[in-house]
């Protein structure tokens, strides 16, 4: 650069030393990181609903005034990157270029939100510049970044965890209080961050990060509340038993203090533990709506969610400016719980009869559309009445007929006729209450349940179906035939109850779930009738 050029002592030709020839390796070197045509590419990770996919962040520094630029349909965490990436970097001890800097997230047709793209940001920033190698194409990045280079956690890991490991990824490198849960994903060597500085260490391979080990749930870890604490109630405990048993949906019906809510935040106990695939479904949901932690990156045990009846349709369905998950893909592979059922608003109520059809609900706003998963069991309690006491051995009940059929009404037909058993819940007596013998415990009653699960693993074996209350119209004909004593019961009922074609299907279904809670390969006339039994709407207008 300084040949022919003039040195200090005015001689033209000779070749310049001492600072001025280390000041030019240094501007060769600069040129050099500012090459247009040098593009670093981090490989990262992001999140469309609940699905990660990859995304590519490449970074150019080229000549010009000085600017920092993210394209790629960056939100405004995004941008907002580029002060807490300057920060740290600074904060690392390596020095910001001054230079243009692009950012280009891809796939720009994608939009990009929240703050996992800090820490694929910052590196590729600093390879391009020359600090550090650019990594391996087989490793992935994301973190959020804190002014001083720590790393925090991120929202939504056990998702895009999974889809590093579909997309070919080995290395990823996550936030120390990430590492749990995305080592839930399989086929991954998962590498704890702290800070910046450690990274960078381990990169230049000064100071290895040793890859998290696999988590394993703590033996007793999961517990709950217990059926052996219920007294009394033996016929609800039966109707909340073929429930679980099959998958199917209930309401309790009595007044206030018979135990409806007791019993229903206890069904859980008995239900069928969840295969790995359940739990990894029900952890991505509960991942991107923040509610796993280190501790707890895996859920155990099915879902109970109770939302409030004040709920709107929209936290109930999710959605959003950026749809995210609501209560019913929550409670997705576990329980939906409606306490005091017709104080729900009508749309809120009304947004849960496609989803209880499907077991997915499908959100569209203007920055895209979304396809949630929501296989649930619906568990509804309310009081037979406004004031609660109908049909209560106390009588104090001040509500006329009319007033009753008023608020039954809240609760649409549709919706009424989506629910498979309609249970009544007594008062308990005081004998129930004093007697000293324990009731059965939830163990025992699981036991029963998984044994009838078991079977119908067995019969819908290869297919979609995993329990009796998702089988098709065309399975129901197939795995539900009556001999002719059960064909006459359940024509009788349909004509006496004014049975719908659904449900005719669901007391079928139900009806199954009591045969194969008996082990019978048929399912008889005790077994049908007392699925009917299930089926009568009267009792919400004693």
């Known amino acids: 650069l300084f040949a022919g050029a003039k040195s200090r002592s005015g001689v033209r030709g000779r070749t310049a030393h001492g600072p001025i020839q280390e000041e030019c390796t240094v501007r060769a070197r600069r040129a050099r990181r500012k090459d247009p045509a040098m593009v670093v590419t981090i490989k990262s990770l992001g999140l469309q609903g609940i699905k990660g996919y990859e995304v590519t962040v490449e970074c150019a520094l080229s000549g010009g005034l000085p600017a920092f630029d993210v394209v790629g349909l960056p939100d405004a965490a995004v941008k907002e990157s580029r002060e807490r990436v300057r920060a740290a970097i600074k904060g690392c001890g390596a020095k910001f270029p001054v230079s243009r800097i692009t950012i280009n997230l891809a796939p720009a047709a994608l939009r990009k939100e929240g703050t996992v793209y800090d820490l694929p940001i910052l590196l590729g920033i600093l390879a391009a510049q020359g600090d550090i190698d650019p990594p391996d194409e087989r490793a992935a990045f994301v973190g959020e970044l804190s002014l001083t280079g720590a790393l925090r956690p991120i929202t939504g890991m056990l998702p895009m965890a999974m889809a590093a490991a579909r997309t070919g990824v080995k290395e990823l490198y996550v936030p120390a209080e990430n590492a749990a849960e995305a080592t839930l994903a399989e086929g991954l060597a998962v590498y704890p961050v702290e800070t910046v500085e450690e990274l960078l260490s381990h990169l230049r391979g000064r100071k290895k990060i040793s890859p998290a080990a696999p988590w394993t749930p703590e033996p007793g870890a999961e517990s709950g509340p217990d059926f052996s604490e219920v007294m009394g109630q033996e016929n609800v405990k039966r109707a909340l038993e073929i429930a679980a048993a099959g998958g199917h949906n209930i309401l309790l019906i009595g007044s206030p203090g018979a135990g409806k809510s007791m019993l ?263 077994h049908l009738a007392e699925a009917i039994q299930y089926r009568n709407t009267e009792i919400l207008r004693k």
């Open 264 to 526: 229903a935040r206890r069904l859980p106990s008995i239900l069928p533990d969840m295969t790995r695939r359940e739990a990894l479904e029900a952890t991505e949901i509960w991942s991107v709506a923040g509610m796993t932690d280190r501790k707890h990156p895996l859920l155990l045990r099915r879902p109970f969610r109770s939302p409030h009846h004040t709920v709107s349709a929209v936290a109930l369905a999710g959605g959003g400016a950026f749809p995210r998950p609501g209560e019913i893909s929550l409670a997705h592979n576990g329980v939906l719980f409606l306490d005091e059922l017709p104080e729900f608003g009508k749309d809120s109520m009304e947004v849960l009869r496609q989803p209880i059809e499907d077991g997915e609900v499908t959100i569209t706003r203007t920055a895209g559309s979304v396809c949630l998963p929501s296989r649930f069991m619906l568990v509804c309690a309310m009081n037979p009445c406004r004031c609660g006491w109908r049909g209560h051995p106390s009588g104090r009940c001040t509500c006329t007929d009319a007033m009753v059929e008023k608020y039954v009404a809240k609760i649409s037909g549709p919706m009424l006729d989506r629910i498979d058993l309609h249970v009544e819940v007594p008062s308990v007596e005081f004998e129930a209450m004093r007697r000293r013998e324990k009731p059965e415990p939830s163990s025992a009653v699981k036991a029963r349940v998984n044994a009838a699960r078991a079977r119908q693993a067995e019969r819908f074996a290869g297919t979609e179906v995993s329990c009796n209350a998702h089988m098709t119209a065309a399975r129901v004909g197939e795995f539900c035939r009556l001999d002719d004593a059960g064909e006459r019961i359940l024509k009788a009922a349909f004509d006496r109850m004014g049975l719908t074609a659904r449900s005719h299907d669901r007391i079928l279904r139900v009806a199954r779930t009591i045969a194969d809670l008996d082990g019978a390969e048929r399912i008889s006339a005790a």
